[in-house]
């Protein structure tokens, strides 16, 4: 534990090829944002779309994934975040790569009419509830401002005939979430059930989905060991980004 502090900063956190400032975003860098981009498909992605992006962790994840072609759209609403997220994406060494555009998804239309073979999300999954300490933490925790059926439209009408659209959910809501989008003529491609560890029942689920039928593979992960060290599966698919792995 004291090597992941060691790599979070106050005002960041330290990857081993860039740095993601985010005291001026409502939800920080986290391991669900961390899981996705490492785990999200990315073979033969040439346009990439980040809904919600924050600090823009998804958008510099995907751009050190993919090859100096791939381009990423990153959508964000709070104009902080989206100031917060164009500092990183102009700092990083993908900087021609990454446009931030401040805008609410639902009615921001890309330049270029071509699709993308990805789109990913870290969305808000809290049905509005407890008021949070700001409405910018309140936007990015509580469903209201963006739902789980205008998001699943939204990547619909942007997402290439191949492409895959991911997301992060607690486990809990992934159920409804997949039954939604299934409704909505989405196809489920991949998952995999994360878990703190061996013992413990998953506590996340990342979904990719598709509007191409195929078939579904899943799988689980753990975190930790029963030695509380990363787990073999967990290290791999992060150390490209950890600077203690």
Known sequence: ????????????????????????????????????????????AK?????????????????????????????ELDPDAAEQASENQAESPWASRITIHCADVLSWAPEQTARYDLIVSNPPYY?????????????????GSLSHSALLACAAALISE??????????????????????????????????????????RVLLALSPKEGECFSDRMVIRGSDQRYSEDYTALTHPFYLFM
């Open 47 to 75: 346009r990439i779309l980040d809904i919600g992006t924050g600090s823009g962790l998804l958008a510099l994840m995907l751009a050190q994934r993919t090859e100096q072609s791939t381009t990423v759209d990153a959508v």
């Open 162 to 203: 191949e492409g895959f659209f991911c997301v992060v959910l607690p486990e809990s809501t992934g159920s409804h979430f997949i039954n939604m989008a299934t409704e909505m003529g989405w196809y489920l491609r991949l998952r995999t059930d994360i878990a703190d560890t061996e013992g413990r029942l998953p506590h």
């Open 127 to 143: 049905e509005p509830g407890v008021e949070c300490a700001t409405p910018q933490r309140e936007q990015a925790r509580y469903t």
């Open 1 to 44: 534990m004291s090597q992941l502090k060691a790599q979070l900063r106050r005002d960041g956190f330290t990857f081993k090829q860039f740095f993601v400032a985010h005291d001026r975003c409502a939800m920080k860098v986290g391991t669900d944002g961390i899981l996705l981009g490492a785990w999200a498909p990315v073979a033969g």
